[in-house]
């Protein structure tokens, strides 16, 4: 039987085109073997898993990120693209959608603003943060993890760093979800992308108020940063301003949400491996980073190639996409020893959770510092963390993953 066919009879193999799988890890494992660089109906693309490859074609110019989201939305039938032209327009200014000249240019200014100062005067407050979630949550004895923490303190965080009113916090996390869900489905579906674009107004006039006041009247906060931020006489104009700032915040907090939930799951998985960070604390920088690989927050990311091309034996064409699964990636045998099992105090750890290259994660420091204190303060204050309901069922998305509800015994 042909490879395609072969795996297209694969259940796993199908719920993971689709964005419904619980566990894609045995389908990573038999893609890696079997079909490394293989052509996948369901994403319309190559879907890379080995290590190896994902490594390379992160660093590959002829791999670029420009046109992804054209190559997407293309499959959309004609009217709606037409329908969901400003949203097309909107997506173009996120910076992990430029390619340089542009992309450069843009990243050198919101660096300028977003500075290790930056971050790591964020520490007290998420510190406080974290205390003040567990401190409502023991009220009650229990919580459900996903929404009352993990989506909840990166919203806030990400809300405080760029100066968005934390009343406003509940609204931004229902936009973001919604343009999200719309990248998540394999092949688009048009009536997401309609409500993406809904979104993405919204969220654009919001963004747009923010900043308006701002420019009246700057504060301390990454929003002011980027209003002034300024390299060589050349500025954000405000059109890449507002794109920048919704982009922040969608990026910013999602993303997080997913690892705290994911390593919480993970622990909580390996019993033994929670106890010896309880004992031995210092290694929890190490423990987030294998969170990171173990369930990564991100299974992929999307490439096309800007010309023809051959990777590990296989010829892409241009213009044809790229699915590099940083997800199966962190999982080959070839690269870490034993991949399914956590070890928190694993080194080296080369991972590709945060991506590489010139699109390497701005918010790392940000989602890294957050998820030291967060699990820090988890681990101090409840003894005893014990999963109410181990039924977990997860999120529906090819690239974002993460259990969808997490109840938790506190006592
Ligand atoms: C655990 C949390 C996070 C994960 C796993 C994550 C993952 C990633 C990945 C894989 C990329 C590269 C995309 C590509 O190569 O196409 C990326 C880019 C980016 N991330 Fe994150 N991210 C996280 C948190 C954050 C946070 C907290 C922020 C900001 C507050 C942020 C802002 C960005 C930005 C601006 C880019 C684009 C960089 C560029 O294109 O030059 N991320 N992230």
Same mark, same amino acid.
């Given at each position: 039987m042909p490879v395609t066919q072969a795996f297209q009879n694969d259940p796993?193999? $199908?719920a993971l085109c689709c964005g419904r799988s619980a566990d894609p890890y045995a389908v990573y494992r038999r893609l890696r073997d079997e079909d490394p660089v293989h052509w996948s109906e369901g994403f319309n693309g190559f879907l890379l898993t080995r290590h190896a490859d994902v490594y390379s074609a992160l660093r590959d110019p002829r791999l670029p990120s420009g046109g992804r989201l054209a190559s997407y939305m293309d499959q959309l039938p004609l009217t709606v /693209? /037409?329908?969901v032209q400003p949203l097309r327009e909107h997506y173009a200014t996120w910076l992990v959608n430029l390619d340089p000249p542009d992309h450069t240019r843009l990243r050198t200014l919101v660096s300028k603003a977003f500075t290790? %100062?930056?971050v790591e005067g964020l520490r007290g407050y998420i510190e406080q943060t974290s205390h003040a979630l567990m401190d409502t949550a023991r009220s009650t004895g229990q919580i459900e993890f996903v929404g009352q923490f993990a989506q909840a303190l990166p919203a806030k965080v990400i809300s405080k760093m760029l100066g968005v009113p934390p009343q406003d916090s509940p609204q931004f996390e229902r936009w973001s979800q919604v343009i999200s869900d719309f990248t998540g489905t394999g092949r688009p579906r048009p009536e997401m992308a309609l409500a993406a674009q809904q979104a993405v107004n919204a969220m654009s006039q919001f963004v747009k108020q923010l900043t308006d006041q701002r420019r009246r009247q700057p504060c301390d906060d990454l929003l002011s940063g980027l209003v002034s931020v300024e390299e060589r006489g050349d500025k954000l104009s405000e059109h890449e301003l507002v794109g920048m700032c919704v982009f922040l915040l969608v990026a910013?907090?999602? $993303?997080?949400?997913? +690892? +705290?939930?994911?390593?919480?799951? =993970?622990? @909580? /998985?390996?019993p033994e491996q929670m106890q010896r960070l309880r004992d031995q604390p210092e290694w929890m920088p190490a423990a987030v980073e294998e969170f990171l690989r173990y369930d990564s927050p991100l299974q992929h990311q999307v490439r096309t190639a800007r010309e023809d091309l051959e990777i590990s034996g296989t010829r892409i064409q241009q213009g044809q996409r790229v699915v590099l699964l940083l997800g199966a990636a962190n999982r080959d045998p070839e690269q870490f020893h034993e991949p399914d099992r956590l070890d928190i105090? %694993? $080194?080296?750890?080369?991972?590709? =959770?945060?991506?590489l290259g010139i699109h390497y994660c701005i918010g =790392?420091? @940000?989602?890294r510092l957050e998820a030291q204190v967060a699990f820090k303060v988890l681990l101090q204050r409840?003894?005893?963390l014990r999963l109410l309901d181990p039924d977990v069922r997860w999120r529906e998305h090819t690239s974002m993953r993460h259990p969808r509800q997490l109840h938790l015994a506190l006592s």
């Amino acid at each position: 039987m042909p490879v395609t066919q072969a795996f297209q009879n694969d259940p796993d193999y $199908t719920a993971l085109c689709c964005g419904r799988s619980a566990d894609p890890y045995a389908v990573y494992r038999r893609l890696r073997d079997e079909d490394p660089v293989h052509w996948s109906e369901g994403f319309n693309g190559f879907l890379l898993t080995r290590h190896a490859d994902v490594y390379s074609a992160l660093r590959d110019p002829r791999l670029p990120s420009g046109g992804r989201l054209a190559s997407y939305m293309d499959q959309l039938p004609l009217t709606v /693209q /037409q329908e969901v032209q400003p949203l097309r327009e909107h997506y173009a200014t996120w910076l992990v959608n430029l390619d340089p000249p542009d992309h450069t240019r843009l990243r050198t200014l919101v660096s300028k603003a977003f500075t290790p %100062r930056v971050v790591e005067g964020l520490r007290g407050y998420i510190e406080q943060t974290s205390h003040a979630l567990m401190d409502t949550a023991r009220s009650t004895g229990q919580i459900e993890f996903v929404g009352q923490f993990a989506q909840a303190l990166p919203a806030k965080v990400i809300s405080k760093m760029l100066g968005v009113p934390p009343q406003d916090s509940p609204q931004f996390e229902r936009w973001s979800q919604v343009i999200s869900d719309f990248t998540g489905t394999g092949r688009p579906r048009p009536e997401m992308a309609l409500a993406a674009q809904q979104a993405v107004n919204a969220m654009s006039q919001f963004v747009k108020q923010l900043t308006d006041q701002r420019r009246r009247q700057p504060c301390d906060d990454l929003l002011s940063g980027l209003v002034s931020v300024e390299e060589r006489g050349d500025k954000l104009s405000e059109h890449e301003l507002v794109g920048m700032c919704v982009f922040l915040l969608v990026a910013g907090h999602e $993303t997080t949400m997913c +690892l +705290l939930s994911n390593g919480l799951l =993970a622990l @909580l /998985q390996f019993p033994e491996q929670m106890q010896r960070l309880r004992d031995q604390p210092e290694w929890m920088p190490a423990a987030v980073e294998e969170f990171l690989r173990y369930d990564s927050p991100l299974q992929h990311q999307v490439r096309t190639a800007r010309e023809d091309l051959e990777i590990s034996g296989t010829r892409i064409q241009q213009g044809q996409r790229v699915v590099l699964l940083l997800g199966a990636a962190n999982r080959d045998p070839e690269q870490f020893h034993e991949p399914d099992r956590l070890d928190i105090g %694993r $080194t080296p750890n080369h991972h590709l =959770a945060f991506g590489l290259g010139i699109h390497y994660c701005i918010g =790392a420091p @940000l989602a890294r510092l957050e998820a030291q204190v967060a699990f820090k303060v988890l681990l101090q204050r409840v003894p005893n963390l014990r999963l109410l309901d181990p039924d977990v069922r997860w999120r529906e998305h090819t690239s974002m993953r993460h259990p969808r509800q997490l109840h938790l015994a506190l006592s």
